[in-house]
């Protein structure tokens, strides 16, 4: 579509996500625009506003957000703030009459997170979570080949989502800011997935976490959790998350007549993906390959047409409630050393 044409979002927060990877997706994507920007260091703003083409008077601070009301150009927002923040912004931007899409963790409650959809719901504005691993082109084909169940029944899902972080001074240590701690930020895509593969909700879920001594970081938020959930069908996943195990952020699925693997499933880029399939006594292993495509680039085009033609998204805010729950329920199940059921 021709610029004029396409859905313009106002980017809310300009933090690392941002700069690095919301704002050059921007030029791949081909039914949305950036066309304002709303940020607490309104010097950086005036410079990223420069860099992409968005006019001056289109940088809001957050104390003036609500101002983005008047602003015709803006159709969605796009909110990429501590999560600790994303419910007061999605608020405002419903009251503003936008539509939203929201980074994950959708909220830091599931009760923050219902008022949202909600609040989108009376305004009558679309509310999406930005899901990406959804819109990319690799997860999908796991997800349609294990639902078109040419591999049969799952038995096994083994999702990992870990990395190591920085010094203790950033939000994702507190826990107002950030509701949690791996188990919302990264551990959140093991069990999207596990979710999306399935088509189905879980019904138990069990949970540990460990924590490292004196670690002043990990006073209010978990360090590493490693969590189990059991599925109707009898599927089971076994997920790992942690902010203190080098990276790896995989996606294996273990099927009655096959298995899927797929390294760097949660990455940005270089997904692999390996399938094996059992044909009489014969099995063949055969590595998959599909054109790369920037997945944050697809996830803000779908926002966009959905928008356009109002649909729903396929990850509207419903989904992040039901992860919430789900998320509740795990800590609940480490806390008590019990499993619990959903
Ligand atoms: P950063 O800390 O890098 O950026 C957050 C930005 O929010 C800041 O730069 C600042 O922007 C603004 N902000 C407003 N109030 C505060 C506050 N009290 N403390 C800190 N920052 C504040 O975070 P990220 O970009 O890494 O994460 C932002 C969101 O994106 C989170 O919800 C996170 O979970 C999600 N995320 C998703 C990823 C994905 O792959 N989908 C990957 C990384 C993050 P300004 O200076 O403009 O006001």
Not at 276 to 288: L, N
Request: proline share 5%; hydrophobic share 40%; net charge neutral.
């Amino acid at each position: 579509l021709p610029p004029a044409e396409r859905v313009g979002f106002a980017v809310v927060g300009l933090g690392r996500l941002s700069l690095e990877e919301i704002l050059p997706a921007f030029g791949e994507c081909k039914r949305a625009r950036p066309v304002a920007l709303v940020s607490g260091s309104p010097e950086k703003a005036r410079l990223v506003a420069a860099q992409h083409g968005i006019k001056p008077e289109a940088v809001y601070g957050y104390a003036d957000f609500d101002r983005i009301a008047e602003n015709r150009e803006i159709q969605a927002v796009y909110i990429i703030l501590p999560n600790g923040l994303h419910r007061d912004y999605v608020l405002r931007a419903a009251k503003a009459r936008k539509h939203v899409l929201c980074e994950k963790p959708m909220a830091t409650s599931t009760a923050e997170a219902r008022e949202m959809t909600a609040a989108c719901d009376a305004a009558g504005v679309r509310l999406m979570v930005a899901y990406r691993c959804q819109y990319e082109p690799y997860n999908r084909e796991v997800i349609r080949l294990v639902r078109s169940g040419e591999l049969g029944a799952v038995r096994f899902i083994e999702a990992t989502n870990t990395q190591t972080m920085g010094t203790a001074d950033q939000w994702r240590f507190r826990k107002a800011l950030a509701g949690g701690g791996a188990l919302p930020d990264i551990g959140l895509y093991c069990l999207n997935s596990a979710r999306a593969l399935l088509g189905e909700e879980p019904v138990e879920v069990f949970a540990r976490i460990t924590n490292p001594k004196d670690d002043p970081r990990y006073r209010e938020v978990e360090e590493s959790i490693s969590f189990m959930l059991r599925f109707p069908s009898g599927a089971i996943a076994n997920c790992a998350s942690s902010y203190g195990a080098h990276e790896s952020k995989d996606l294996r699925v273990r099927l009655e007549k096959g298995w899927i693997d797929l390294e760097n499933a949660f990455a940005y880029e270089g997904q692999q993906m390996r399938l094996a399939h059992r044909e009489g006594k014969t099995e063949a292993v055969e590595s998959v390959r599909l054109s790369r495509e920037n997945q944050f680039a697809l996830e803000i085009d779908h926002m966009a047409a959905c928008v356009a033609q109002g649909r729903t998204p396929h990850t509207p805010g419903s989904e992040g409630v039901q992860d919430h729950q789900v998320m509740e329920a795990i800590y609940r199940s480490a806390e008590t050393g019990a499993p619990v059921s959903l």
